[in-house]
């Protein structure tokens, strides 16, 4: 047995601090075993399966064109249209999904979470790993559009080069940031729900404060300081740096106030739903 | 062998009673600035229900603790903590080795995966690492057995190879304490029988083994020693029969004059809604007079008084005895004798005549409950509403002194023909 002669020592209030990560890493197998769940059931007894992931990004995509592009006439940034808000929409949809996740740990696991001790944080972090599922999947829907774009245009284009090594960064940094501020939500709403009704609100919010369907270069360069501290500005213009080519806010000085408020945001996260972890069963 | 592996130090745990609103959030919100501040408010909150009261005892290496004591008593509470599930509110406990709590059975079990997959999940979610479970699954699947649906989604199966195999899992988990909560309680009896002779099994390698249960024989032919809980306290802590006897003689506190009536605000069950209410309970003997003691071979009628809440066509009624130890010796239910099951709403009031006592010589209890029989539960229940003692023996007008054949338990009527 792999832990025995363990002590486990229960008592009330215990400090914050205490994040128990060795039991995290102890738990290991039942990660996998749980993204394997999670990936075995995801399509199950549905026709299309994955298509219907790849007809979302589509359509999302098709339809930004037309009204943002075709009607409001926003810029992008000199990319073409349906790239560019597919590339923010592959970017987006992931940080919407894990920051859901987060949002509703807690809650949607009190199943589990009420008949048996494991290290809580592992649901949310399979499922964050299960949702890049997705991910791929309208990566991949990317790599097949610009492939048909650039046959049909000049076929140099659009080049896709060794940038693309760093997609697993801002992955990295968007599941940290959604799960963190997911966990506050998640937290805060133990006792009084409120806060869960707020988070589809919260979400728009945060999309229209995003440069996902307009470029940062369309914001007047005085504001520009406001969205150095909203970190998922940096995360959606590095994948268009990175998926298109060029972009405005993919260098240092976004950069590093992005990492710095994500770092910020996922411990505070990550304390508040560590202390309501310990006792939440007795309110949901 | 001896040294302790659970010591529980004055473990107490407050609930909060009532909903969460606007009044509780001023008052949370007023606790935080007091505590910002550093003043202390001082008085408690009304609405504070206190599970446990300074618990405190320990468990040696390899002892079979009972846990019992009524509904409510702060068993449930008591195992929530000890599994690590939610935090006391003061004191302390400390164990040393891996725990599998088996509040449940089945927990985290996907319909959609198959059995070998599920058995893997299952494993997991209590700390086994996948070799340890790949190592194990042969004989989990054996002693499930499900061997032909191994490979199906757990979907398909019937309820009872469901909990056969999640039982099967939660027994190969060897950890060093096992924490039980009614999970016995499942399946059927031959399958109730396979569960105790493993846990007995279990129990022979050493290992600790924490039971909460209802039911008297399996504490009492399987625990080592009894914690017995009454209102958040431990009442008795120690001899099994004792804490048995106990606890049972604690069901007598509701009536010991063969008259049970329904307390002011008695809730029996946590039901949302409900047809039917037992608003009292009385005993009689053959001559009419209320009463709690009864002569076997006589006759005896319970006058009960129902309350329908609402229209039901599928309300039983049910009387059982159970006898000291817990084992329950007879039940009669309405809809056996041939009686209706459609009632409609408002007070209703039976007298149900039982022609001849079988039962001999000791103490005895009575439980009534109703059930729609088209749910799950029982509907409502009295349990251990009056107790009754049997004191000596008539029958047919003779009386006789069965006390050397006490262990037959009971007599049953018999007519006697020369051929």
Known sequence: MTFTNKETYIKSNRSWMELELSDFFRYKDLLYLLIRRDLVTSYKQTILGPFWVVIQALMGSAVFTVVFSEIAKISTDGHPSFLFYLSGMIGWQYFGSVFGIGAYSLQSNIGLYSKVYFPRLIPPTSQSISALLNFFIQLIVFFLAVYIYNQSTDPNSIILDYKVLLIPLLILQTAILGLGIGFIISSLSVKYRDLSRVYGLFTQFIMYGTPVIYPISEIPEKYHYIMMWNPLAFVIESYREILLGHSTACNLNFALPSVLVTIILFFFGLILFNKAQRSYVDFV | ?419
């Open chain 2, 1 to 419: 062998m001896n040294k302790n592996i659970i010591q529980v130090n004055k473990l107490s745990k407050e609930y909060r009673l009532g909903n969460f609103g606007l009044g509780t959030f001023i008052e949370d919100c007023k606790t935080f600035l007091a505590n910002l501040t550093g003043t202390k408010t001082g008085k408690a909150s009304k609405n504070r229900f206190q599970a446990l009261k300074e618990v405190s005892f320990s468990v040696s290496e390899g002892e079979v603790v009972g846990i019992i004591g009524r509904n409510g008593a702060g068993k449930s509470t008591l195992l929530k903590i000890l599994s690590r599930i939610t935090e006391p509110s003061s004191g302390s406990a400390r164990y040393t080795g891996r725990v599998a709590s088996l509040l449940e059975v089945g927990t985290g079990f996907h319909g959609d995966m198959t059995g070998r997959e599920n058995i893997f999940l299952n494993g997991s979610l209590y700390g086994l690492t996948r070799k340890e479970i790949a190592s194990k699954v042969d004989s989990i699947i054996e002693f499930a057995q499900v061997q032909e649906f191994i490979d199906t989604p757990v979907k398909r199966y019937s309820s009872g190879m469901f909990v056969r195999l999640a039982f099967a899992v939660a027994a190969h988990l060897e950890p060093e304490i096992l924490i039980i909560d009614e999970v016995l309680a499942v399946g059927d009896a031959d399958f109730q029988k396979r569960c105790i002779s493993k846990m007995g099994e279990i129990n022979k390698t050493g290992k600790t083994i924490l039971i909460v249960s209802h039911n008297m024989a399996t504490i009492g032919s399987f625990c080592d020693r009894c914690i017995l809980i009454d209102q958040g306290r431990i009442i008795h802590d120690g001899s099994v029969e004792r804490g048995i006897s106990q606890y049972l003689s604690m069901g007598r506190v509701n009536s010991q004059h063969g008259f049970w009536k329904r307390p002011k605000n008695f809730v029996s069950n946590k039901l949302d809604e409900r047809y039917s209410e037992i608003q009292s309970i009385e005993m009689l003997d053959d001559t009419g007079s209320q009463t709690h003691l009864l002569k076997c071979g006589m006759p005896f009628f319970i006058i009960l008084e129902l309350k329908i809440l609402k229209k039901t066509d599928y309300l039983d009624i049910g009387i059982a005895v159970n006898r000291h130890d817990g084992i329950q010796v007879s039940l009669s239910i309405n809809s056996w004798e041939g009686n209706t099951k459609h009632f409609e709403v408002g007070k209703h009031k039976f007298k149900i005549n039982f022609p001849s006592i079988p039962f001999l010589n000791g103490n005895y209890n009575l439980t009534v409950w109703t059930k729609d029989s088209t749910q799950d539960s029982n509907d409502d229940c009295i349990q251990n509403a009056m107790s009754f003692e049997i004191i000596d023996h008539n029958f047919n007008g003779h009386i006789f002194d069965f006390s050397a054949h006490y262990h037959a338990g009971s007599i049953l009527k018999s007519n006697w023909y020369k051929l």
